[in-house]
């Protein structure tokens, strides 16, 4: 029962738990009601079941990639974080690995299925997610920005990819009903929207995360961004980005208000602008690892409330 715990610790359960959250409330608030009922065609490429294997898919991809991740990560592990590692304490590394491979092959596996039932693009785009993750966790983690970027990408990619799951346009774009593609370009639009929330979200996250890590980080020889820049220049292009976010989001607000979408209106200002703001200020005044620690849960938070917002989206689409 304790190495099963430990098991779970090492895959992250409650951020694998978030991606099939995420991917789910998408795939109901979303696709479902944009898609015009006289096409239900498209729906039935990706039916219930075959979402569940791509929801399952990148869920094990993912657990895969935090194996590695803690793999390559025992030295800094060691002195970052002694008390949660599990990896050498817990599971000896060579499980480790075989855990990762065996995740993968059955993350890709699925891929390659629910790639033959929608679009294969799932599949290629996938194996790069799984070839992402190992090249992060051996070479770009320690490098400056790429490794942040990298993660904020991948967390993107699980909301595009249910857009190329059902998307048939793009295939055939002069032989489809208007109205298809209509909803085509609003699935679009809903996807490109979360993945960049997604994506600003995490490459803050990351940044901050960063911060807490120096120690570790620079004992073995990673070239962080506030190892190379220092932190108040990573607390400043953690800053901006916060910035960007409310302001981004501030402008979606007042598309909203136009719409009538009131509800989703105030739920954006009091649960995300307005934490963001408070975070901010939190932040600034943070000084040890403890305090970035925070802040980064706070930051998992935001995004939680951020993916939330759909179900209220379910209510005007």
């Known amino acids: 029962m304790k190495l099963a715990g430990s098991f779970f610790r090492l895959i992250r359960w409650p951020n694998l738990l978030f991606i099939a959250l995420t991917q789910a409330l998408f795939y109901y608030a979303v696709i479902f009601p944009v ?31 935090y194996i590695i991740n803690d793999y390559f990560d025992i030295n800094i592990d060691r002195v ?29 596996v699925l891929s390659l299925y629910v790639g033959l039932k929608t679009s294969l693009i799932i599949f290629f785009a996938n194996a790069g997610c799984a070839l992402l993750l190992w090249v992060y966790s ?23 990819v249910l857009y190329f799951a059902v998307n048939t346009v793009y295939l055939n774009p002069f032989r489809q009903h208007p109205d298809v593609i209509t909803a085509m370009n609003q699935v679009f639009k809903f996807a490109a929207l979360y993945a ?20 570790g980080d620079a004992r073995y020889g990673c070239k962080t961004m506030p190892i190379m820049w220092g932190i108040p220049a990573a607390k400043v292009f953690v800053g901006v980005w916060m910035v960007v976010l409310a302001g981004s989001i501030a402008i979606i607000i007042i598309y909203m208000l136009q719409k009538g979408w009131w509800m989703y209106a105030l739920y954006s200002i009091v649960l995300l602008i307005i934490p963001l703001i408070t975070i901010l200020k939190t932040f600034y005044k943070a000084q040890n690892s403890q305090a970035y620690h925070k802040i980064s849960s706070q930051l998992k938070l935001v995004m939680l409330a951020g993916i939330l917002s759909m179900l209220l989206l379910k209510i005007y689409l």
């Open 35 to 65: 898609l015009p009922a006289a096409y239900d065609q498209l729906r039935q490429k990706l039916t219930l079941p075959v979402f569940a294997l791509l929801v399952l898919a990148s869920v094990l991809i993912a657990a895969a990639g």
């Open 80 to 108: 970052n974080k002694p008390d949660k590692m599990v990896v050498e304490k817990m599971i000896k590394r060579r499980w480790a690995i075989i855990w990762h491979i065996v995740l993968t092959m059955a993350g890709l």
């Open 138 to 160: 051996t070479t770009f983690k320690k490098k400056l920005l790429s490794g942040n970027v990298i993660i904020s990408v991948l967390t993107a990619w699980t909301i595009i």
């Open 196 to 215: 960049g929330f997604a994506f600003i979200i995490s490459l803050v996250r990351e940044v901050v995360k960063d911060i807490e890590d120096m120690e």
